[in-house]
């Protein structure tokens, strides 16, 4: 309760000073800053970024990328942290790299929905992420289209967009799905879907719903709210609840060791998970909130809808290098 109230001071004393605009040659103190690694798409982390800063007066500076290279990039650098914050990405990727990121307990954990919730302190749940196909609505008769055992008929063989898990973690999350859901043998499943891929993997996740939309790939894979950000801006797009089930694994808010601004790292985490940037994902974002207290998006499907699977963390974080590596293998198999 302590900690709570000094953060919580903080912020009341650095959202009352005035910043000065660099423009006018303004130069931030250290103690000013925060430098935030983020795999979130800049529609995502911009109006979160720029109302923290205007709230706090700490200057953000942002490195935008996909979850599994930034993250690479920061293992590069363990004793010397290049960032403060790593922001987007998976649970089960994050917690692959827990011994990165500071045990940090919110002071608002206890609103986080227990389907939600990580196994330590290291990893703080963002938004609830459901994994969904997605298809050209003038090139796919949804019918042909029923779920996660339809990306292994050779039907599809070269036609769906896939992003590189190896960089994007959502990808990778999708590809955890898909083995679960399906069942039987997980490598056997894994290389009938590299077969499937045919060599076609894309260089990030927001590249396979500009791939869908323009007809390079009449289906594909990728998170709800993307999909129906797209649909909802009269894009030829239509989403598919996997009929076997999905998965809707939180993407993660963590603090590096030793992070160079801790101070401030910690007052962005508590930020995040906030009712008002929760009800902000909700209402602007199409995104689920982590929070007990903060509903869906009306128009989405009731969560008890999905048949959502749960993933057992501890487990991820020891099969996360396997799983890639054999999917770095099997698709370098390819012609």
Known sequence: MKRFLMLLLALLLLGCRAVENPIN??????????????????????????????????????????????????????????????????????LSCRDLFLPYACSEDDAVSEAYRTPDDRVTPFSALPIVLIYHTKLVDPENLSGWSSLL????????AFADPNVSGSSYTALRTLCECIGGDRDEVMRTFADNIDGKQLSGSGEVLRAVADGRFPIGVTLEETAWKYILA??????????????????????????????????FVEFILG????????????????????????????????????FNYRNEIRMHGEVLALWTALTEEQP
């Open 25 to 94: 040659g303004y130069e931030p103190d250290e103690s000013e800053r925060l430098i935030l690694y983020t795999s979130h798409k800049k529609e995502v982390y911009e109006p979160i970024v720029r109302e923290f800063e205007e709230r706090t007066g700490i200057w953000v500076t942002v490195v935008n990328g996909g979850t599994n290279e930034l993250l690479d990039e920061i293992e590069a650098h363990p004793d010397d942290p290049i960032c403060d914050v790593m922001f987007g990405g998976g649970v089960d990727s994050l």
């Open 153 to 160: 008929d050779p039907a599809w063989k070269g036609k769906i």
């Open 234 to 267: 009269d894009n030829d797009i239509g989403v598919v609840y996997p009929a076997e089930g999905t998965s809707a694994v939180p993407d993660g808010c963590a603090i590096l060791n030793n992070a160079p601004h801790m101070d401030n790292a910690k007052l």
């Open 275 to 310: 009712r008002d940037v929760q009800t902000m994902l909700v209402s602007e974002q199409w995104r689920r909130s982590v929070r007990a207290d903060v509903p869906a998006p009306e128009a989405l499907p009731d969560a008890n809808a999905l048949s959502l699977i749960r």
